[in-house]
Protein backbone atom coordinates (compact mmCIF):
# COMPACT_ATOMS: atom_id res chain seq x y z
CA UNK A 1 0.00 0.00 0.00
CA UNK A 2 1.52 3.10 -1.17
CA UNK A 3 1.10 6.38 1.37
CA UNK A 4 1.26 10.30 -0.61
CA UNK A 5 1.65 13.11 1.86
CA UNK A 6 1.13 16.24 0.61
CA UNK A 7 2.53 19.23 1.78
CA UNK A 8 2.99 23.54 1.14
CA UNK A 9 -0.87 24.59 0.61
CA UNK A 10 -1.87 27.70 2.04
CA UNK A 11 -3.10 31.17 1.51
CA UNK A 12 -1.84 33.55 -1.30
CA UNK A 13 -2.45 36.46 -3.37
CA UNK A 14 -2.96 36.47 -6.64
CA UNK A 15 0.03 36.30 -9.03
CA UNK A 16 1.66 35.30 -5.82
CA UNK A 17 3.91 31.50 -6.21
CA UNK A 18 3.24 28.10 -4.21
CA UNK A 19 5.38 25.19 -4.10
CA UNK A 20 3.54 21.71 -3.20
CA UNK A 21 5.53 18.65 -2.31
CA UNK A 22 4.26 14.93 -2.30
CA UNK A 23 6.26 12.17 -0.50
CA UNK A 24 5.48 8.81 -1.67
CA UNK A 25 6.26 5.72 0.58
CA UNK A 26 5.45 2.11 0.85
CA UNK A 27 5.90 1.04 -2.44
CA UNK A 28 7.57 -2.75 -3.18
CA UNK A 29 7.97 -2.48 -6.79
CA UNK A 30 8.76 0.91 -7.49
CA UNK A 31 6.87 4.14 -8.12
CA UNK A 32 5.52 4.97 -11.60
CA UNK A 33 3.52 7.81 -12.96
CA UNK A 34 2.99 10.85 -10.21
CA UNK A 35 0.90 13.81 -10.38
CA UNK A 36 -1.42 17.07 -9.03
CA UNK A 37 -5.16 16.84 -9.50
CA UNK A 38 -7.72 19.50 -8.14
CA UNK A 39 -11.28 19.76 -6.99
CA UNK A 40 -12.61 22.84 -6.53
CA UNK A 41 -15.63 23.15 -4.53
CA UNK A 42 -18.78 22.10 -6.01
CA UNK A 43 -16.36 20.89 -9.53
CA UNK A 44 -15.08 17.22 -10.39
CA UNK A 45 -11.61 16.23 -9.34
CA UNK A 46 -9.49 17.39 -12.74
CA UNK A 47 -5.93 16.76 -13.56
CA UNK A 48 -3.15 19.70 -13.20
CA UNK A 49 -0.34 17.82 -14.27
CA UNK A 50 1.80 14.05 -14.58
CA UNK A 51 5.59 13.26 -14.51
CA UNK A 52 6.45 10.32 -15.74
CA UNK A 53 8.97 8.42 -13.41
CA UNK A 54 11.60 9.60 -16.92
CA UNK A 55 10.71 12.82 -16.54
CA UNK A 56 8.31 13.30 -19.24
CA UNK A 57 5.33 16.25 -17.96
CA UNK A 58 1.95 16.78 -19.12
CA UNK A 59 -0.55 19.50 -18.09
CA UNK A 60 -3.69 21.20 -18.50
CA UNK A 61 -4.19 23.64 -20.95
CA UNK A 62 -4.95 26.16 -18.09
CA UNK A 63 -1.83 26.03 -16.16
CA UNK A 64 0.56 25.26 -18.85
CA UNK A 65 3.03 28.30 -18.43
CA UNK A 66 2.79 28.81 -15.03
CA UNK A 67 3.34 25.56 -13.23
CA UNK A 68 6.22 23.60 -13.49
CA UNK A 69 5.85 19.38 -12.27
CA UNK A 70 9.47 18.10 -11.19
CA UNK A 71 10.45 14.72 -9.17
CA UNK A 72 13.27 13.31 -7.26
CA UNK A 73 12.78 9.61 -7.77
CA UNK A 74 15.58 8.91 -5.47
CA UNK A 75 12.99 10.47 -2.53
CA UNK A 76 9.71 9.45 -4.23
CA UNK A 77 8.86 12.80 -4.30
CA UNK A 78 6.95 15.23 -6.74
CA UNK A 79 6.43 18.73 -6.86
CA UNK A 80 4.41 21.59 -8.13
CA UNK A 81 6.01 24.64 -8.47
CA UNK A 82 2.38 27.13 -9.11
CA UNK A 83 3.38 30.67 -10.25
CA UNK A 84 1.45 33.83 -11.21
CA UNK A 85 -1.39 31.83 -9.35
CA UNK A 86 -5.17 33.13 -10.48
CA UNK A 87 -8.22 33.00 -8.05
CA UNK A 88 -9.29 29.93 -9.95
CA UNK A 89 -6.58 27.38 -9.10
CA UNK A 90 -8.35 27.54 -5.62
CA UNK A 91 -9.19 24.63 -4.51
CA UNK A 92 -7.78 20.86 -3.20
CA UNK A 93 -4.81 19.74 -4.44
CA UNK A 94 -4.36 15.80 -4.22
CA UNK A 95 -1.40 14.03 -5.01
CA UNK A 96 -1.59 10.76 -7.12
CA UNK A 97 0.84 8.05 -8.04
CA UNK A 98 1.35 4.51 -9.60
CA UNK A 99 2.89 1.55 -8.81
CA UNK A 100 2.30 -2.00 -9.78
CA UNK A 101 -0.43 -2.56 -7.22
CA UNK A 102 -2.60 0.61 -8.52
CA UNK A 103 -3.70 4.03 -8.29
CA UNK A 104 -2.98 5.79 -5.13
CA UNK A 105 -4.22 8.69 -3.35
CA UNK A 106 -3.05 11.52 -0.94
CA UNK A 107 -5.52 12.97 1.36
CA UNK A 108 -4.83 16.85 -0.38
CA UNK A 109 -3.84 19.95 0.61
CA UNK A 110 -5.84 23.47 0.31
CA UNK A 111 -4.27 26.34 -1.66
CA UNK A 112 -6.81 29.25 -1.54
CA UNK A 113 -5.80 32.18 -3.63
CA UNK A 114 -7.43 35.87 -2.63
CA UNK A 115 -8.39 38.65 -5.27
Known amino acids: QVQLVESGGGLVQAGGSLTLSCAASGSRFGIGTMGWFRQAPGNKRALVATITRGGSANYADSVKDRFAISRDNAKNTVYLQMNSLKPEDTGFYYC?????????WGKGTLVTVSS
Open 96 to 104: NAIDALGNF
